[in-house]
């Protein structure tokens, strides 16, 4: 096989302009920490790089298993695997990866992406499903995430069981449905494909798997969502696209994509973002740093009466 050249080297990645099956196999076994796929969903949509998206079902699936076992094999021991896909999709290569890999999550990540169909219900959300090689992840160090607070008055949403008081100051434990993913559509980045993921969800992809230095993979780059989430956080990558003009371009100036990954760094691991924390001085609510209250009295007054209005 023709060894291939990339089409763009940065100071942390490599990117293949071609086939990611031609790009799997030259990748070393077991060298991998992430392997992260979004690939193409079949639905017949029109892609820069001109591909078949209508294919026969069961072509489709075994396309899909094909560049699955070269990411199984690349992958290394506690090395973590992550398909994004409908979950039509996701039901039978999840059942596919289950004799290869060993099943932790499938990750619910609330995003409407089709328009409602009467006698179904409305699609709301993407399947992101998540294994590892073996039994134990080598790196896991997932997220905390700011408490779900009222836009109007900064009051919590929830009430964490009456355990406020015991709540860490890094934030609440990230769960397997995921509501805070915005849709793509940022004015900064209006101009970039329809089907980019958002860099919250690769930066959140990415940190929970990896550590600096850690190598991952993505064989279809779209726009290059996971390739600037890795090099801006100083991990490796590696990944192909057919048609690379768009990451190619992105690469070229990476401010926009630095500064958003810097807001979305500066509101994690934190109990609350700084709007609400703007909503919460003004309502009179604990902040951050007296927020551990031991009365629990007190800790009724803090939940939202806004209600119906807040949960818009
Ligand atoms: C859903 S998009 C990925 C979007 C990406 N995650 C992002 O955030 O921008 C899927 C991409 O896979 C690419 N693709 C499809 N078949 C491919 C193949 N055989 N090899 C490499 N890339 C392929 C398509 O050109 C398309 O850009």
Known sequence: MKTMIPILTTRAGKLYQGDCLEML????????????????????????????????????????ESWLLEMVRVL?????????????????????????????????????????????LYPSHYSLLYYIKGTKPAIFHP????????????????????YKN???????????????IPPVRHAKYKKRDANALSLKLMDRIVSMSTDPGSLVLDPFGGSGTTYVAAELAGRR????ELECSSIIERFDSLEADREHIEEIWAQKNRLFTDADLKRRAKSGRPLSQDYRIEDPKETETNACLCDAVARE
């Not at 905390?144 to 949403?157: D, F, K, S």
């Not at 990558?237 to 192909?240: A, L, Q, R, T, V």
Request: aromatic share 12%.
């Open 25 to 64: 196999a030259q990748i070393d076994p077991e060298t991998v920490d992430l392997a992260f796929a979004d690939p193409p969903f079949n639905l017949g949509k029109e892609y820069a790089s001109k591909i078949d998206d209508a294919l026969a079902e069961e072509h489709y699936l075994a396309w899909c």
């Open 237 to 240: 990558w590696i990944g192909s």
């Open 166 to 180: 015991k709540m860490n100051p890094s934030g609440v434990n990230i769960s397997d449905v995921w509501t805070d």
């Open 143 to 162: 997220d905390r995430l700011p408490i779900a607070c009222c836009r109007h008055c900064g009051g919590e949403l929830k009430d964490y069981g009456g």
């Open 76 to 120: 290394k021991p506690g090395g973590t695997l992550m398909l994004w896909s409908l979950p039509k999709w996701n039901l039978p290569l999840g059942a596919f990866l289950r004799k290869r890999l060993t099943f932790r999550h499938w990750i619910a990540v609330d995003i409407k992406y089709s328009l409602p169909i009467s006698g179904r």
